[in-house]
């Protein structure tokens, strides 16, 4: 060995810089991290903490095992700030997405009143045409031995708010009842609402050809009928109504339609609710359909028939469109497969 310098492994008690604080002829592993316990530990003096420490405020520590680990605060915030910062950008971008969405959702509802509201406007003037259709129907209905509606309206215009309430049901509840539903599913329910937006299309889509095939003037515009909208002044189709509205679009009625709709959607949603008020309602939904069908009848807006072609388009959008959660193309009839031939 030369005197000041090492020229062997330096022993247990060598701290940092090379200083030597053992006896000379010791040796000791090569390294620190290999030796059971701490070099500080071994020497009872305590580790420099002036550069190691200070500079990145990250340095470990080194325990009486001689494991080192890392300081809990630096590692701490940063995942805290990271996370934050991850969940402020998936807020940002489930809005972003939510507006996607709401915009996309009212700029096709638009579209399609658009194209009904068109649809209705070119066969307004069919007025020859529609009188005769409607004859025929309460002739067919006569047959039938369905009830009169004349008798059911003149049993009813006995009591003067009886009339005025269905009047006010017919202009006002209608329109503004599907739009709350379609809403309310659009946010709590968001897979029912795309069912029940669908099944709406479809109904109002192949109603709308009805209506331009096969025009029909309204109850209360034949003889023996009264149109109590006009005397009680809450009809949807006298002033600027009646230029907008197709008054021979009677066949099929979508006010009984899409009340049914209505009330099968809430009914749908609400089938595997477990607290008794969500079930009691479940059911009351249904007085909406009937409470309707019994306020176009009593208004002369509807024949019986009409609502009878809505349920039928209600049936044959169900039979065509897949349910919620049911994969595209589930509500159609399977494909029989052809049978196997024996080889």
Same mark, same amino acid.
Request: charged letters at 15%; glycine letters at 12%.
């Given at each position: ?25 010791? !040796?000791?592993? %090569?390294? &620190? #991290?290999?030796? +059971?316990?701490? /070099?500080?530990? @071994?020497?009872? $003096?305590?580790?420099? =903490? *002036?550069?190691?420490?200070? !500079?990145?405020? %990250?340095? &470990? #520590?080194?325990? +009486?095992?001689? /494991?080192?680990? @890392?300081?809990? $605060?630096?590692?701490? =915030? *940063? ?8 969940? &402020? ?255």
């Amino acid at each position: 060995m030369v005197k000041g310098k090492i020229t062997e492994d330096p022993a247990p008690g060598v701290g940092n810089g090379g200083r030597r604080s053992g006896p000379p002829g010791s !040796s000791a592993p %090569s390294s &620190a #991290s290999s030796t +059971p316990t701490s /070099s500080s530990g @071994a020497s009872g $003096s305590s580790e420099p =903490s *002036g550069g190691s420490s200070g !500079s990145s405020g %990250s340095a &470990a #520590s080194v325990g +009486p095992s001689g /494991s080192a680990s @890392a300081p809990a $605060s630096g590692s701490a =915030s *940063g995942g805290g700030t990271s996370g934050a910062a991850t969940d &402020a950008e998936a807020a940002k971008l489930q809005r972003k997405r939510t507006l996607k969405d709401a915009g996309r959702e009212l700029l096709l509802v638009a579209l399609l009143f658009g194209v009904y509201k068109l649809g209705r406007g070119l066969v307004s003037g069919e007025t020859s045409a529609a009188y005769a259709n409607a004859k025929q129907l309460l002739t067919m209905q006569k047959d039938l031995r369905l009830p009169d509606e004349a008798a059911f309206q003149e049993w009813f215009m006995q009591s003067h708010t009886a009339v005025l309430m269905c009047n006010k049901y017919y202009a006002y509840v209608h329109f503004p009842a599907t739009v709350a539903f379609l809403l309310w599913l659009w946010i709590r329910h968001r897979d029912h609402y795309r069912w029940v937006r669908n099944i709406l299309a479809v109904m109002t889509g192949i109603a709308l050809i009805i209506h331009m095939l096969v025009p029909l003037a309204p109850p209360r515009m034949m003889p023996g009928f009264t149109d109590t909208g006009k005397d009680s002044g809450d009809s949807p189709y006298a002033g600027a109504g009646a230029k907008i509205a197709n008054q021979f679009a009677a066949m099929p009625s979508l006010h009984v339609g899409w009340a049914v709709v209505v009330a099968l959607g809430m009914a749908v949603v609400w089938r595997t609710a477990t607290g008794p008020s969500r079930r009691i309602a479940s059911w009351a939904v249904w007085l909406h359909p009937a409470i309707t069908l019994l306020v176009v009848v009593v208004t002369a807006n509807h024949y019986w028939l009409d609502a009878v072609v809505a349920l039928l388009l209600l049936v044959f959008a169900l039979a065509v469109l897949p349910g919620p959660g049911q994969r595209p193309g589930a509500g159609l009839p399977r494909r029989i497969p052809a049978p196997r031939t024996a080889r």
